[in-house]
Each structure stands twice: as structure tokens, then as C-alpha cells.
């Protein structure tokens, strides 16, 4: 049985950045760290690139059980170029910027 409170006892304990307005956020590489220590394969993660062209890049990212069912999603839409990490690392960014959403989407 997977123990979310446990999990968010985990992500609470980590350490935080602060973000745009002072938010405190711990970042999504530490979530998934989290996941895959409490959850195993019990659930599983996967990715699907929606759009990449020259503008944008839309990436759905899919939380599942072993079965197939879809536990939890996450969508995230990045404009390309500029001078920060969407210049070089679009689609990366946000993929990591999906299962973000797709992991708090499920609690975490």
C-alpha cells in the first residue's frame, strides 16, 4: 500500500528554494527522488511530447499503476529560445516542469 503521508513528510523535510513572490518549493528532481523511494514500482511515471515546433513544446506527463490506471497528470507548455535553460533544454525543462505537476497533482 502506498503511504503518501509518508511521502509528504519526505518532501517536507527536504530542502526548499525560494521562488518568484517567496514561495518556498522543493524541486521536482527531489519529488521524484521521494516517489521512487516510497512508491517503488508500485506506480510509474511516463511522459508524452504533445507539441514541438518552433515556437512551444506541450509535454503531458502520465502517473499509472501497474494496471494501466491513470493516477494522476501533468501538463506543462514551455516557449522556446530566450536565454535561459529554454534555449537549449525545452523539451527537458518541460518534461520536468509535467511530472512537477503530475506529482502534486497526486499529493506530492
Not at 519526505?10 to 521524484?32: E, I, L
Amino acid at each position: 500500500m502506498i503511504d503518501l503521508v509518508k511521502i509528504q513528510e519526505a518532501v517536507a523535510a527536504m530542502d526548499k528554494v525560494t521562488v518568484k513572490g517567496g514561495k518556498q518549493y522543493t524541486q521536482v528532481a527531489q519529488r521524484v527522488e521521494a516517489f521512487r523511494r516510497y512508491i517503488g514500482d508500485e506506480l510509474g511515471m511516463e511522459s508524452e511530447l504533445i507539441i514541438d515546433d518552433s515556437e512551444r513544446v506541450v509535454m503531458k506527463a502520465i502517473i499509472k499503476s501497474r494496471d494501466g490506471f491513470v493516477v494522476a497528470t501533468g501538463w506543462a507548455e514551455e516557449l522556446r529560445g530566450g536565454t535561459g535553460v529554454n534555449k537549449m533544454a525545452c523539451i527537458e525543462n518541460t518534461e520536468t516542469s509535467a511530472y512537477g505537476r503530475a506529482l502534486a497533482n497526486l499529493g506530492i
